[in-house]
């Protein structure tokens, strides 16, 4: 199978420490953010692996060039500049193309999920991509039916919104993807994937896959990070 590792960004919010290197090789505990999502796609049997590069990176690719993981790496190369999380993947189509569906994985994200379990609900399904979502406290939120089809989206600090609302929840970073959805992707180059989503969830299915009881952290803030190296 084949996965995709979101780690092109700035990481702004754990500067100053990203002022000097990217945010997917800092380290917790003696592994890096990048290696731990690695190391979660092999242990998934996920043998192609495209990482989409940005800042710092040379870093990330003389990281990958002294390590053999012992799958087959691909870089996305984004260096003239950053496309969004949709842009990302439609950018790195040349190497996500298939027959087959496929993850994407944020970088800072730490988590217990299964990704096959993604999978097995896809396979009963027709959805065109199954996102992971959770309980938790934030302010943007995915709305779901009964069925936990995707209906909208809100924000509940402004009150903005978008599509209908349901059962609310907070998406995790982590997603199976099928090759169609390429062919609904807008022309522009940036562009947001859940803007997306909520778009073609208004004549195809989006599914949420509830992994609340699992363990789950985005290291992308200071405090969380300093979390993340007393837990893990």
Known sequence: ????????????????????????????????????AILKFKRADIDDIIINVHHFADQIEQFLHEHDFGVNIYISDERDYLRGTGGAIKHARPYLDGDEPFFVYNVDVISNINLMDLLYLDQMSTALAVIAVRKRDTARQLCFNDYQHLLGWKNVETGESKGLEGHCYAFSGIQLIHPEFFNMMPKKDSFSIIDLYLDIAKQ??????????????????????????SLY
């Open 1 to 36: 199978m084949k996965g995709m590792i979101l780690a092109a960004g700035k990481g702004t919010r754990l500067q100053p420490m990203t002022e000097i290197m990217p945010k997917a090789l800092i380290d917790i505990n003696g592994t890096n953010l990048l290696k731990r």
């Open 204 to 229: 195809h299915t989006i599914l949420a896959y509830d992994h609340s009881d699992g363990e789950w952290m985005d290291v992308g803030t200071p405090e969380r990070l300093k979390k993340a190296v």
